[in-house]
């Protein structure tokens, strides 16, 4: 069965910090990894990830995958109260329909 | 353009009643899918419709659970005899190239 798992379940940092949240995952033919974010109730489309070690980078959001290690990380930089969400992680399988998801981690960003 | 909506955001129901929730998907978006997620937890897949074909019913927790497409846009859940171990957000998504868009999802409360 396919499974994502992600990591820390909660942060609590300091605005102007760097975080580094993680998701590793097990999946039957691996397609792709996404990152969304989910501030209230909709998540919002962050990044898809397919090949390892090319980074997705938006602006002070940046992602990379490693299809060796089974792992992503999403990193924010010079964090702002504004990225207090939750973050979630998915996968793609081939020939899948559905995204699998973790549970997702709460980023709290304290003025 | 239009984002995916649901209706109604919030819907609190005696437990044994049936409840309907209604999500109107992008325009054109050919892939819909519905997503439950409960309180802490990451995204639970429920069911997922392509077009014309048969529908994947394969994440439906219990056969009090359906789902329907009319006319290849409109989608409406229905959960019969509700159960508090049904109280979640409930979030509906379209794509057109796997990326999903959700909705703002239903709240649904079982007393």
């Known amino acids: 069965e396919d499974k994502v798992v992600q990591s820390p379940l909660s942060l609590v940092v300091h605005e102007g910090d760097t975080v580094t949240l993680n998701c590793s995952y097990e999946?039957?033919?691996?397609?792709?990894l996404l990152w969304y974010k989910q501030e209230k109730k909709a998540p919002t489309f962050l990044f898809m990830l397919?090949?390892?070690?090319i980074e997705k980078k938006s602006g002070r959001l940046s992602s990379i995958l490693d299809k060796k290690e089974l792992f992503s990380i999403l990193n924010i930089t010079a964090t702002q109260t504004g990225d207090s969400a939750i973050y979630l992680c998915?996968?793609?399988?081939?020939?899948?329909?559905?995204?699998?998801f973790g549970q997702g981690t709460r980023l709290t960003i304290n003025p | 353009g239009a984002g995916v909506s649901q209706s109604p955001s919030n819907k609190v129901t005696e437990k044994g009643k049936d409840v309907e929730l209604r999500c109107d998907p992008i325009?054109?978006?050919?892939?819909l899918y519905w997503y439950r997620q409960s309180l802490g937890q990451g995204l639970e897949f429920l069911i997922y419709?392509?077009?014309?074909?048969?529908?994947?019913k394969s994440g439906l927790p219990s056969d009090r659970f359906s789902a329907e497409r009319t006319g290849g846009s409109v989608s409406t859940l229905t959960i019969q005899r509700t159960q508090q171990e049904d109280s979640a957000v409930y979030l509906c998504?379209?794509?057109?190239?796997?990326?999903?868009?959700f909705g703002p999802g239903t709240r649904l409360t079982v007393t």
């Open positions: 998504a379209s794509s057109l190239d796997r990326v999903l868009g």
């Open positions: 999946v039957t033919n691996f397609r792709s």
């Open positions: 397919t090949s390892s070690g």
């Open positions: 998915a996968v793609e399988a081939q020939g899948a329909q559905k995204l699998v």
């Open positions: 325009s054109g978006h050919t892939a």
């Open positions: 419709f392509q077009g014309n074909s048969a529908p994947d």
